[in-house]
């Protein structure tokens, strides 16, 4: 059981809006920035979002990240098929004085 | 170019200890925190342990604190990982991962630890 909670799976067609919920608490998300990870299959994640809605360059402005109280959300626009892969948010836990990943999102695209 | 690249991975017995690390460069690895971050075989990431720029400082996951001990030479450039008593529920791939404002902006390939008799 993750400390951040995140749908197992999300779907969308190619060209669709699609959005992937992170939902935590006082402790982490309420209080900490929240940043976003890209896991393709069999590869090491990638850094999608940091400070909470940020872009590393090299980043589609396609991705986009917003927090708002203990929920945290990325939203990918005009999905892609290369979009395929598995999604985590992740936060400072300040009661655990450690970093929480959410369970993680599988998206698919249809 | 950044680079970090684990080894040290392996199949090791309950019990047993084995030692990770990460070898980075293109980037100043003494200015940087470093962490580690495991994923157990089909299953979600989970943060292991972090150390900071000098060394100083280090946390771990209530999982593994008194097990497992992070530490870094920064003049060879080297992040580690020693781990002692080594539990079947240890068994993932092992990331390495450089620390930037409050995020993971940089990650290894993975090293896969196996504990099983």
């Known amino acids: 059981q993750s400390v951040l909670t995140q749908p197992p799976s999300a779907s969308g067609t190619p060209g669709q809006r699609v959005t992937i919920s992170c939902s935590g608490s006082s402790s982490n998300i309420g209080s900490n920035i929240v940043s976003w990870y890209q896991q393709l299959p069999g590869t090491a994640p990638k850094l999608l979002i940091y400070t909470n809605n940020q872009r590393p360059s090299g980043v589609p402005d396609r991705f986009s990240g917003s927090k708002s109280g203990t929920s945290a959300s990325l939203a990918i626009s005009g999905l892609q098929s290369e979009d395929e892969a598995d999604y985590y948010c992740a936060a400072w836990d300040d009661s655990l004085n450690g970093v929480v990943f959410g369970g993680g999102t599988k998206l698919t695209v249809l | 170019e950044v680079q970090l690249v684990e080894s040290g991975g392996g199949l090791v017995q309950p019990g047993g200890s084995l030692r990770l690390s990460c070898a980075v460069s293109g980037f100043t690895f003494s200015s940087y925190w470093m962490h580690w971050v495991r994923q157990a075989p089909g299953k979600g990431l989970v943060w292991v342990s972090r150390i900071n720029s000098d060394g100083s400082i280090t946390s771990y996951a209530d999982s593994v604190k008194g097990r497992f001990t992070i530490s870094r030479d920064n003049a060879k450039n080297t992040l580690n990982l020693q781990m002692n008593n080594l539990r079947a529920e240890d068994t993932a791939v092992y990331y390495c991962?450089?620390?930037?404002?409050?995020?993971?902006?940089?990650w290894g390939q993975g090293t896969l630890v196996t504990v099983s008799s």
């Open positions: 991962a450089r620390g930037k404002l409050g995020a993971f902006d940089y």
